[in-house]
């Protein structure tokens, strides 16, 4: 079997979000679960992605994490799709079928680049009761004052009234393909001093039915949507590009009128490890249809055989 390593949400090497990719051979089936398992924790990354083919520019892929199997990996897709290039299943230009335990996904995948369409937007739940939240962010290690400003793109609001309190942006467990916690903090500076008490949090995830917590700030200079992520249930304390999180927090953010159908946002993401990471999200409606995409770039680190 081939596999590769790959930086997914990046433009050059050592940025962005690194995955094992695997590519079986022709005609082969997984491997059982526990072996697949067993390689993406021998790999340490945290998703490893196993892709079997299943026709012409259809492929079938599963998701492993050092702990567990998942239903979709964002950056593995990616990843993933840039490796097929490479190893000539693919050609750029093409528009591929990705069937996930996720569902079936389109992938459009150009030179260096995949745009992939994410799981159908899922609103499980807001995270309101005042008790609930200060939990959620003191478990984060966050202790600010300013958690009841309304924040909006560039903007900082003291809430004088009803209208104004329902829009503050509270936390909120949306799934566009596995679930997350996406936490609203309110400057860049919050964010990076985000120190999250891991044991609690698996357990608070856990509780929530939850992969992990996505904390973001819309209050930047330079009108991209900052991000952190962080999944200790899945042995992952901090991920430095999750592209279904971001699938998630494009719909978050659509929901409370900050992004409009036909727009484009971008994240950035891994800051804070030293691994930066562009991310683009865009929304389309079709009547009450809301359909999400999540791109970006991958460069291909290094590549092998492995022998399962």
């Known amino acids: 079997m081939k ?3 790959v930086d997914a949400f990046a433009e ?54 050092p702990a567990a199997e998942v239903d979709l990996c964002g950056h593995a897709t990616i990843g993933a799709f840039v490796a097929l290039t490479e190893a000539g299943l693919v050609t750029p230009g093409t528009s591929c079928l990705c069937s996930t335990l996720a569902g079936e996904l389109n992938i459009l995948v150009s030179e260096g680049s995949v745009l992939m369409d994410m799981g159908v937007p899922e609103a499980i ?60 903090v309110v400057s860049e500076a919050e964010l990076a001093a985000i120190a999250p ?19 973001f700030t819309v209050n930047t200079s330079d009108g991209a949507v900052h991000c952190r992520n962080f999944a200790p249930l899945y042995e992952i304390d901090e991920e430095a590009a999750t592209g279904t999180s971001n699938g998630a927090l494009t719909y978050y953010l659509y929901k409370n009128g900050l992004l409009s159908s036909g727009d484009t946002i971008s994240f950035i993401q891994g800051e804070a490890m030293g691994r930066p990471s562009a991310i683009t999200g865009t929304l389309t409606c079709s009547g009450e249809q809301v359909k999400i995409q999540v791109g970006g770039s991958a460069v291909i680190l290094a590549s092998g055989s492995i022998y399962l």
């Open 125 to 184: 739940g807001k995270i309101a009761d005042p008790d609930h939240q200060k939990e959620l962010y003191e478990i984060m290690g966050i202790h600010s004052k300013d958690q009841g400003k309304l924040m909006m793109l560039g903007k900082e609001l003291e809430t004088q009234s009803a209208e104004e309190a329902s829009a503050v942006l509270i936390p909120e467990i949306i799934s566009t393909g596995l679930p997350d916690i996406l936490l609203p």
């Open 197 to 215: 008490d891991f044991p609690v949090l698996s357990r608070l995830s856990e509780k929530y039915g939850v992969v992990g917590v996505h904390a």
């Open 12 to 65: 050059a090497l050592f940025g962005g979000n690194p995955a094992g990719i695997v590519i079986l051979g022709e005609g082969s089936d997984f491997p059982d679960s526990e072996r697949m398992r067993k390689t993406a924790a021998e790999l340490r990354y945290s998703e490893t992605a196993f892709i079997k083919t299943i026709g012409l520019n259809h492929f079938q892929i599963r998701y492993f994490t």
């Open 3 to 5: 596999f590769y390593i």
